[in-house]
């Protein structure tokens, strides 16, 4: 329990994005991810991600995002990458490996292996990814913030 009066930020529960169709959304997100669907309506599709998930929400109007995105962790970014060559989808410039999809939302993919971002054992376990494993740089971050794995 927070000492303040204030309620700490503990993580993201979910991502809400909205697209213009969720079957064409659910369509092209298949062509580049593995995923499970944990629910959907006629306006609306959530994507699991074990303890998170994305909500992919019909009646995106809005201009493409520029510098507004979220950051996508997948067990494997070069994976990601091939399977975003392979359906055509445009790279932005830059150093990171962000693109839009059909709608403007912007997306960062991100590396498990490389960032401070930690699943829970058991949630990987639930997961199926068990062999996940965090790189020495990653490693150093947690471990500077008091984060280390035991």
Do not use: C
Not at 26 to 33: N, S
Not at 67 to 95: C, I, T, Y
Not at 116 to 125: D, I
Request: glycine share 10%.
């Amino acid at each position: 329990m927070a000492e303040s009066s204030k309620a700490r930020v503990v993580g993201f529960n979910h991502v809400a994005l909205e697209v213009g169709d969720i079957e064409e959304a659910l369509a092209f997100d298949g062509r580049l991810f593995e995923f499970e669907l944990r629910g959907k309506s006629g306006t609306m599709a959530f994507i699991d991600l074990g303890d998170q998930f994305i909500a992919l929400q019909k009646g995106r109007k809005q201009a493409a995002d520029d510098g507004r995105h979220f950051g996508l962790v997948v067990d494997d970014k070069e994976a990601a990458r091939s399977a975003l060559k392979a359906a055509g989808v445009e790279m932005l410039p830059g150093r990171f490996l962000d693109f839009r999809d059909p709608w403007g939302n912007r997306i960062e993919i991100v590396g498990y292996d490389n960032i401070q971002f930690t699943k829970a054992p058991n949630v990987l376990r639930g997961m199926r990814l068990t062999g996940l494993a965090k790189n020495e740089n990653a490693k150093k971050e947690l471990a500077a913030k008091g984060m280390a794995a035991e």
